[in-house]
């Protein structure tokens, strides 16, 4: 074994984060974890920093930096592109929420680093110009969302060529069969109650709503070079069956595996190949499973996935406003401001009115996010009058 994958990690206190930190320690002599970032967490994130003896961090919310019990606590967005960007590290964890890890996941792809990604919404408001510049500075970018992750291993050893659809699979999330005259009743801590997966607040949102579904048909789409309209999506309540990949002879390839982010976190980490975490995570048993189980998406009930695979074939800047509406509109039905029935409502009024423009480099997407996210607070205003 060769030295150690050096790792540092952008929300490093949020779900996925503490995840990765576990398959770090399930994985010794495999990992030096040179730097840690969060966003307000400053009591676990100095924690996690004493656990594997990380020097620098960065926190966010500080608005300077500051050095506290022995560790350096950089400060603000300059503090996470350090971290980042500064730190030594072979790979990034990107683990953000929403469009905080942009400008620190743009400065490692510039300073060469590999990414293993997991904020959907940086590929999908700037998919295209961020993969080209991956491709530029010869950095690998590598999904550790279960569905994209799938996706990526039934494509091991495959010719690009040979593939004709991707098929993502949903669990439907808490209310894939709650009559929908309930839904203005929904609450968030009902939403945030998901039946198979353990989630930070915001994707545990969108994954009620499929909007998480919606945003990763646009993420496939600039990972695996595929047309949004060849990537399909399948109701699979039992989430054992993550993904699929259908090739030009009509076969299909599907990754299996119990619920568990571990084992794609683990697949995005190994710089070299699979890592030995089979003792930390539960295996499949497919003989005592229950049947497994696929369907129709009803877009009725789930408006927001049909919107975002009308964005996903709009491109442009259109990704970009749905991310910005859509951060607005959770944020303010975790803040009881706004019904559960209402959130496709704002997001769709601003996809509707939002002026369009173009996009020619990458932080022109932070442009057109903020855009929607002002446009999506004004929705909401209008709501509460």
């Known amino acids: 074994m060769g030295r150690p994958t050096r790792l540092a990690i952008l929300?490093?206190?949020?779900?996925i984060g503490t995840q990765a930190l576990g398959v770090v320690e399930a994985c010794p002599g495999e990992f030096d974890?040179?730097?840690l970032a969060a966003g307000r967490n400053l009591d676990l994130l100095l924690e996690q920093a004493r656990r594997f003896g990380v020097e620098r961090v960065a926190l966010a919310a500080n608005?300077?930096?500051?050095?506290?019990?022995?560790?350096?606590?950089?400060?603000?967005?300059?503090?996470l592109i350090e971290i980042a960007a500064g730190s030594g590290a072979d790979l990034v964890l990107v683990a953000t929420v929403g469009a905080g890890g942009f400008a620190p996941t743009v400065a490692a792809v510039e300073a060469g680093i590999d990414i293993a990604l997991a904020s959907k919404e940086l590929l999908v408001m700037s998919g295209q110009l961020l993969m080209r510049?991956?491709?530029?500075h010869g950095v690998s970018v590598r999904p550790v969302d279960s569905e994209h992750s799938a996706v990526?291993?039934?494509?091991?050893?495959?010719?690009?060529?040979s593939i004709d659809r991707i098929i993502l699979t949903a669990s439907g999330g808490p209310f894939r069969e709650v009559p929908l005259g309930e839904f203005a009743r929904v609450t968030p801590s009902r939403a945030l109650a998901h039946p198979t997966w353990e989630m930070g607040p915001k994707v545990s949102i969108d994954s009620a709503t499929l909007m998480n579904k919606g945003l990763e048909v646009i993420e496939a789409s600039w990972l695996f070079g595929m047309p949004a309209d060849r990537v399909d999506v399948l109701i699979h309540p039992q989430s054992i069956v993550h993904s699929l990949v259908e090739f030009i002879d009509g076969s299909q390839k599907a990754q299996l595996g119990?619920?568990?982010m571990r084992i794609p976190i683990s697949c995005a980490l190994g710089m070299d190949g699979?890592?030995?975490?089979?003792?930390?995570?539960?295996?499949?048993?497919?003989?005592?499973?229950?049947?497994?189980e696929f369907e129709?998406?009803?877009l009725d009930r789930f408006p927001l996935l049909d919107l975002a695979r009308r964005v996903a074939l709009e491109g442009g800047c259109a990704p970009a406003l749905l991310v910005g509406a859509d951060d607005a509109a959770v944020e303010a039905f975790l803040e009881e401001r706004i019904r559960f029935d209402q959130l496709p409502q704002v997001v769709a009024a601003v996809l509707a009115d939002a002026p369009r423009g173009d996009m020619d480099q990458i932080s022109d997407a932070l442009d057109f996010h903020q855009q929607g996210y002002r446009l999506a607070r004004d929705q909401v205003r209008r709501l509460n009058r």
């Open 11 to 15: 929300g490093s206190t949020g779900s």
């Open 33 to 35: 974890v040179v730097g």
């Open 63 to 79: 608005e300077r930096s500051e050095n506290i019990a022995g560790v350096t606590v950089l400060g603000g967005d300059s503090g």
């Open 133 to 136: 510049h991956a491709e530029a």
């Open 152 to 161: 990526w291993q039934c494509l091991w050893g495959e010719d690009p060529a």
């Open 258 to 260: 119990v619920p568990d």
């Open 274 to 292: 699979r890592l030995p975490i089979a003792g930390h995570a539960p295996r499949l048993d497919l003989a005592g499973s229950a049947d497994l």
């Open 296 to 298: 129709e998406p009803d």
